[in-house]
């Protein structure tokens, strides 16, 4: 699972399994889509830029391709 901690509020966004995200701020919880749209819980906004950047598509770190790209040799 994903985790970040949001740098203003603190609260945590996990991605789940299911590809949503739980949001915990302070022992509160919400259920958001990857958009930030609620799903369930007590929290019922979020972060929506947050929400799509931890749900997004994640692409390969170039920094250490090259690395190990460069150790192979």
């Known amino acids: 699972m994903r985790t970040i901690r949001h740098p ?3 609260a945590t966004y996990d991605l789940t399994e299911a590809g ?6 302070k ?3 919400g259920e958001f889509t990857a ?3 609620w799903l369930s819980g007590q929290l019922k906004q ?3 830029h947050l929400c799509l950047w931890i749900a997004g598509k994640q692409l390969p770190n170039r920094f250490q391709q090259a690395a190990t790209a460069l150790a192979a040799e």
Request: hydrophobic fraction near 45%; glycine fraction near 16%.
């Open 8 to 10: 203003l509020s603190g």
């Open 35 to 37: 958009h930030g749209v």
């Open 27 to 29: 022992g509160v919880t």
């Open 20 to 25: 949503t995200i739980l949001v915990d701020n």
């Open 46 to 48: 979020a972060d929506a």
